[in-house]
């Protein structure tokens, strides 16, 4: 059983940026991957980025890449957001999941068996 809760969503302007953080409580080993995922109003659930625990490999949603960066902080049991350059279509509810036993990082929801509660990131122009 792993139990994630994230943190750091909040209201920011367009062009600024946020830092989320997961922290994770329980084992996470090191093929599991940790993942974000954001939802917009009205919208499907979508993977943003994901991270490999021990390798630190990384995986990103076209739609972030160059503007977000996932981080592993291995003995905090912590995965990290950065989010720069934030657009309002960024605008959503961010959650990480995490998944287990992977050698790739996976995009589907289905992977990830444990989910935090998400935070919301409020981007506006």
């Known amino acids: 059983q792993v139990q994630l809760v994230e943190s750091g969503g909040g209201l920011v302007q367009a062009g600024g940026s946020l830092r989320l953080s997961c922290a994770a409580s329980?084992?996470?080993?090191?093929?599991?991957?940790m993942g974000w995922f954001r939802q917009a109003p009205g919208k499907e659930r979508n993977f943003v980025a994901g991270?490999?625990?021990?390798?630190?490999?990384?995986y990103y949603a076209d739609s972030v890449k160059g503007r977000f960066a996932i981080s592993r902080d291995i003995a905090k049991n912590t995965v990290y957001l950065q989010m720069n350059s934030l657009k309002p279509e960024d605008t959503a509810i961010y959650y990480c999941?995490?998944?287990?036993?992977?050698?790739?990082?996976?995009?589907?929801?289905?992977?990830?068996?444990?989910w935090g509660q998400g935070t919301q990131v409020t981007v506006v122009s």
């Open positions: 329980g084992r996470i080993v090191g093929n599991d991957v």
């Open positions: 999941a995490t998944a287990h036993n992977y050698y790739s990082v996976p995009t589907p929801e289905s992977a990830y068996a444990y």
């Open positions: 991270i490999r625990w021990n390798a630190g490999s990384t």
